[in-house]
């Protein structure tokens, strides 16, 4: 059972560089969500898709673009890359649109250093 | 807004000993609370939660109740072992419509044999 997975799991970039982070979920969740983890920052939500077909802003979306691709998929991208989006990216996707129930299910995480 | 105070870390105790990490919060209405635990190379897991006030989570010797009153929902565990360490999060959701769960800082434990 894959539950959430990410790739590319390590990546470097330069500068003005873009990549996509892919983030696919095999449990038929409706919800999925893009976070970012920083030292002494905790967890930090970029962006979150209720259902197939929505997207919304999180706390910190400056910077990034989101896809729901379809139930499964969720990308995130980076057009530009900056220093300052150095970071440990973790796609998480829950049952309900929502989290009143809490089980946000997290994948392995992707860290992504921009030179 | 919401936000989640968690103690600073690292927190640093022998096999056995009792663990306590803080958590308070602020949130509009009647929140949702959460623990979740990230273990070293791993996405983070749901440890235990509690939906409403004087609620006890429990799970994996891990308990914490939901005090309304104080705010709080402080993590507990009686005897921890060297397999706990890890980073805890302490999260919270409002449970306004669509909601998205509002996490804490962290804390990490380590835990010497």
């Known amino acids: 059972n894959a539950g959430v997975t990410q790739t590319p799991k390590f990546q470097v970039l330069k500068t003005g560089q873009s990549m996509t982070l892919q983030c696919a979920q095999d449990?038929?969740?409706?919800?999925m969500y893009w976070y970012r983890q920083d030292p002494g920052m905790g967890l930090r939500l970029i962006y979150y898709?209720?259902?197939?077909?929505?997207?919304d802003k999180g706390e910190v979306p400056n910077g990034y673009n989101v896809s729901r691709l379809n139930k499964r998929e969720f990308s995130l991208r980076l057009e530009s890359a900056a220093p300052s989006q150095t970071s440990v990216y973790f796609c998480a996707s829950s049952a309900t649109s929502g989290v009143t129930t809490g089980e946000l299910f997290f994948g392995e995480g992707s860290r992504l250093t921009v030179l | 807004g919401n936000s989640v105070t968690q103690m600073e870390g690292p927190v640093t105790l022998s096999e056995e000993a009792f663990l306590t990490i803080n958590c308070t919060y602020t949130a509009t209405g009647y929140p949702s609370l959460f623990w979740y635990v990230q273990y070293p190379g791993e996405g983070l897991q749901l440890l235990l939660k509690a939906t409403k006030a004087d609620d006890k989570g429990s799970n994996k010797g891990f308990e914490a109740t939901y005090r309304k009153e104080t705010t709080s929902f402080h993590l507990e565990k009686g005897s921890v072992q060297v397999s706990d360490s890890a980073v805890y999060f302490c999260a919270l959701s409002d449970n306004s419509g669509y909601s998205t769960l509002t996490f804490g800082k962290g804390t990490m434990l380590l835990v010497s044999p």
């Open positions: 449990m038929n969740h409706n919800s």
């Open positions: 898709s209720a259902s197939e077909g929505t997207t």
